[in-house]
């Protein structure tokens, strides 16, 4: 071992030292249906207008630091509570983190069910707290009593739920999300990625109990490029969490982009309808193939169970014949042979579809 890597294994955490970095597919050339984004294109009108707009921009200055024009263009467009504060994020992940440093200490917990979004797992880590992972039930649904069980036992300062779950597309049932609220003894944080998707939302729900928050992004909706996610709640709570972003986290490219799409909100509508509608095509269609099982989805993405054994070589197969979907198999017991595919745009599915050899 060289000098180098002796002073590394020395001062980098173990627990760090035994990760994996988060690992991205290489999608050049391929039809990319790996990683939830919306496959719209902007009209080029609106490309123009928004280009015009950047060039006025005065990238030499710092960005504001609130973000306010974003925050009145989300608390509009998401129907905010307007008794609820806001905090962004760059992205979810960097809330998941923000909300996790305001809570960690000794033996301060971190709990989600799983499989869910994978972050909630990796920044528990990252900050050295304690992680639990609660497994679902076969069918995606909450386990109760394992999971109120749990909730008791270790107390968590924190639990995660992402509503529509990733990467199962399920929602979870509401009076049983209720009643995990009600028995956690710290922050519940509902994970509404995937709101643009479904009918239902949790926003509502903001300060009737203490100790609940609610996140979302604008990635799905068609601006994953931007970075930008944000955490509802109450004053109390977000004034605290709003301690741990780093200054000029949104930054001044993002906030004129992110103003001038919500500004526009009735384009990304437009698209989401498409996405929903082709979402349940394409699940119609699956549902007609022999040997696989589709998931019904409320989010842009849907989960299909293979036979055993099938799901890493479909997926290599796929990506032979230019369509990049998520190989799950091996990430978690009850995602064995599971692969999971971003509803395209209606030219996308067709071509995933006439690829797909189960």
């Not at 990760?19 to 609106?46: C, F, Q, T």
């Not at 609820?84 to 440093?101: F, P, T």
């Not at 909730?151 to 509401?174: D, E, Q, S």
């Not at 017991?333 to 971003?342: F, I, S």
Request: with cysteine; net charge neutral.
């Amino acid at each position: 071992m060289g000098e180098i890597e002796e002073l590394v294994t020395h001062w980098v955490r173990p627990q760090i030292r035994q990760l994996s970095a988060y690992h991205v597919a290489d999608a050049e050339g391929l039809i990319k249906l790996d990683a939830m984004e919306n496959p719209y294109r902007w009209p080029e009108s609106l490309r123009e207008e928004w280009l015009d707009l950047l060039r006025k921009v005065e990238i030499n200055r710092y960005p504001q630091s609130q973000a306010p024009g974003v925050k009145a263009g989300l608390r509009r467009t998401m129907a905010i509570p307007e008794n609820m504060e806001l905090v962004l994020g760059n992205g979810s992940d960097e809330l998941i983190q923000m909300i996790a440093m305001t809570v960690a200490g000794p033996d301060r917990k971190i709990l989600a069910v799983e499989p869910s979004f994978v972050m909630y797992r990796m920044i528990a880590l990252f900050l050295g707290m304690e992680y639990y992972g609660v497994s679902l039930k076969p069918d995606f649904s909450l386990n109760m009593d394992k999971l109120l069980a749990e909730i008791a036992r270790i107390r968590p300062a924190l639990i995660f739920l992402a509503y529509p779950n990733n990467p199962t597309g399920n929602l979870f049932n509401k009076e049983e999300m209720l009643r995990v609220i009600e028995a956690a003894p710290g922050l519940v944080v509902i994970d509404e990625a995937y709101a643009p998707f479904t009918d239902v939302s949790f926003l509502s729900l903001l300060g009737r109990y203490d100790n609940l928050l609610v996140m979302r992004t604008v990635s799905k909706m068609g601006l994953a490029g931007l970075r930008l996610g944000l955490l509802a709640g109450p004053a109390a709570w977000l004034n605290e969490i709003e301690k741990t972003r780093l200054p000029y986290n949104i930054n001044v490219l993002t906030q004129i982009s992110a103003e001038f799409s919500l500004s526009h909100q009735s384009v990304f509508d437009r698209q989401t309808a498409a996405i929903r509608q082709a979402r349940d095509e394409l699940f119609r269609q699956l549902q007609g193939i022999k040997g696989i099982a589709p998931v019904a989805s409320q989010a842009n993405f849907i989960l299909v169970r293979l036979a055993p054994g099938r799901a890493t070589p479909v997926f290599h197969d796929l990506r032979q014949r230019g369509v990049l979907v998520k190989n799950l198999h091996g990430s978690h017991p009850l995602l064995v042979d599971c692969l999971r595919v971003t509803v395209g745009t209606p030219e996308e599915n067709t071509a995933f579809l006439a690829a797909f050899r189960p």
